[in-house]
């Protein structure tokens, strides 16, 4: 059996994530602790207790869910042994997960950036007020014309059917009563900070090539699926060049899945916060298995189906 390894993108943060993993485990209580330390300031208090509004922010957001979803690869790793995946993939700063999980960066310098990336992107949110609208059951057709038509860009290409829209907060409006008159089964505008993988974010995106002109990329020991293409990594200085087209452009994940799924993977487990991922996987590839590591009770359980 072929298995992958997904990881959560901004969204999925919720109050408590990783303590009862942090109080099990040493392995992840000393990651919570490293990354206090990288830090200067508490993100292990502020994923256990909150507040959710302080949580929320994406410059304390991205490196939370990071820690979180590190220590719930970490603790897979202790309980099951070494899982050799065929591939690993996450969504948005899900991606920087991914490529810590495969070696292409240190623990260290993937906090530093995601603080980066997140306080960037903070920045441009509140340069100019945007939003992002999710629509589910419309066309590519007619969502391309939702596009034209009311000034807005694609952020997210989820599954089959499910399509982010992202832009200046007026003409995600827009957006959400055009894509309802065209015939989209829903459509749910999302409570986020501003308009993600959007040209709004050009400047986050140029002061992250900046940052990252002075970290240390290697190239992965398995394939690390980008979302800017849907394939996977190349060099060091192509993960650098993708990482940053990632933050103004569409997040490729139905193509991150099919290339996957065209290498035989099967087994998909999920780490981190929430189980969005996990969802959109099986509407991508239904045969698909997906399991998760969020807390105690989900480690237990996906450890006895991967010895299974």
Not at 36 to 48: E, T
Not at 159 to 174: I, M, R
Not at 196 to 223: D, Y
Request: hydrophobic share 45%.
């Amino acid at each position: 059996m072929k298995r992958a390894l997904v990881f959560a993108g901004q969204g999925a943060q919720a109050v408590g994530m990783g303590k009862d993993l942090a109080d099990a485990h040493p392995v992840c209580r000393e990651l919570f602790d490293r990354a206090d330390s990288v830090l200067g300031f508490s993100i292990s208090r502020l994923c256990f207790e909150g507040p959710i509004e302080e949580l929320t922010r994406s410059n304390n957001c991205q490196p939370a869910i990071f820690v979180a979803s590190a220590a719930c690869h970490a603790a897979l790793e202790k309980e099951a042994g070494p899982l050799s995946p065929a591939g690993v993939a996450g969504l948005s700063l899900g991606e920087w997960t991914a490529l810590y999980a495969a070696g292409a960066l240190s623990f260290e310098d993937t906090l530093r950036v995601l603080e980066a990336r997140g306080r960037f992107m903070q920045e441009a949110c509140e340069e100019k007020q945007g939003g992002m609208v999710s629509v589910i059951g419309l066309g590519d057709d007619k969502i391309r014309q939702v596009c034209a038509t009311a000034g807005v860009e694609i952020a997210n290409l989820n599954s089959p059917g499910q399509t982010v829209l992202s832009g200046e907060k007026s003409a995600v409006d827009a957006a959400d009563r055009l894509a309802k008159e065209a015939g989209a089964k829903m459509t749910v505008v999302l409570k986020v900070a501003g308009a993600f993988h959007s040209s709004l974010m050009a400047s986050a995106a140029r002061k992250l090539e900046a940052f990252l002109a002075g970290v240390q990329v290697s190239a992965p020991r398995v394939p690390v699926l980008a979302n800017a293409t849907g394939a996977p990594h190349g060099s060091a200085a192509d993960i650098r060049r993708d990482m940053v087209r990632q933050v103004t452009g569409s997040v490729r994940w139905i193509s991150c899945i099919e290339w996957l799924k065209n290498i035989g993977v099967t087994q998909y487990v999920e780490c981190g916060p929430g189980k969005v991922l996990s969802g959109l996987i099986k509407r991508i590839d239904p045969a698909a298995v997906a399991v998760g590591v969020q807390d105690a009770p989900t480690l237990a359980k996906t450890v006895e189906t991967i010895r299974a």
